[in-house]
């Protein structure tokens, strides 16, 4: 049954003619999502969950728009299109393994600030990336050769990083890594829903 109504969606998407329109379609979703995100992130800028709700939101007004305004005839297509975006495994592959390296951060430097927090280095005074990244190198040579362990030295790194950035690189990591948890609620929801805008 299920098949059949896939198969069914396929054929009225492909006599729809919905090549530029599924281009135009996810480049709504994803431009909306993004301007959604930043608001969220300016109006809770001191809260690390200050992007949460992005997807639920955007969703909202496509809801509303879908539904309460002439743009209802739009419905159809657009629940298919984000259904098979959403439904891709590739998307799904990719989301979690940033995800999972985006929370290593996190915890690198949560563990830095925990654990070493009097040999977190700052580079505020290092003028190009180049030298940054050679004192970076040199900074993690000195750490292992004085007892510290692989994971330590990182540690130390990477919470040396976030305090030469005072602070953002810690929260836009959790922003992004909200974000990733949310998109991966929302693919869930589009993968065992039939229909989104009904």
């Known amino acids: 049954m299920r098949g059949q109504h896939e198969s069914v969606v396929n054929l009225k998407l492909s006599s729809l003619g919905l090549g530029k329109q599924k281009i135009g379609i996810l480049v709504v979703w ?10 969220l992130g300016l109006a809770f800028s001191n809260l690390w969950i200050g992007t949460v709700g992005a997807v639920a939101i955007t969703f909202g007004l496509f809801y509303f728009l879908l539904i309460h305004t002439p743009l209802r005839k739009y419905r159809f297509a657009v629940n298919a299109i984000l259904r098979e975006w959403y439904s891709k495994k590739f998307l799904l592959y990719s989301i979690s393994i940033s995800a ?15 654990y070493h927090s009097g040999e977190i280095l700052s580079i505020y005074d290092i003028s190009s990336v180049q030298a940054a990244q050679q004192h970076v190198d040199q900074s993690i040579r000195e750490l292992t050769l004085r007892g510290h362990s692989l994971l330590d030295a990182s540690a ?7 305090k030469s950035l005072q602070g953002y690189y810690l929260k836009s990591a959790t922003f992004v890594l909200a974000e990733h948890m949310e998109v991966m609620a929302f693919m869930v929801l589009a993968r065992k829903s039939a229909t989104l805008f009904s």
């Open 100 to 114: 999972s390296v985006i929370l290593a951060i996190i915890v690198l430097i949560e563990y830095g600030y925990a």
């Open 156 to 162: 130390i790194t990477a919470a040396s990083v976030d």
């Open 30 to 39: 994803f431009v909306s999502l993004v301007c959604v995100r930043l608001l």
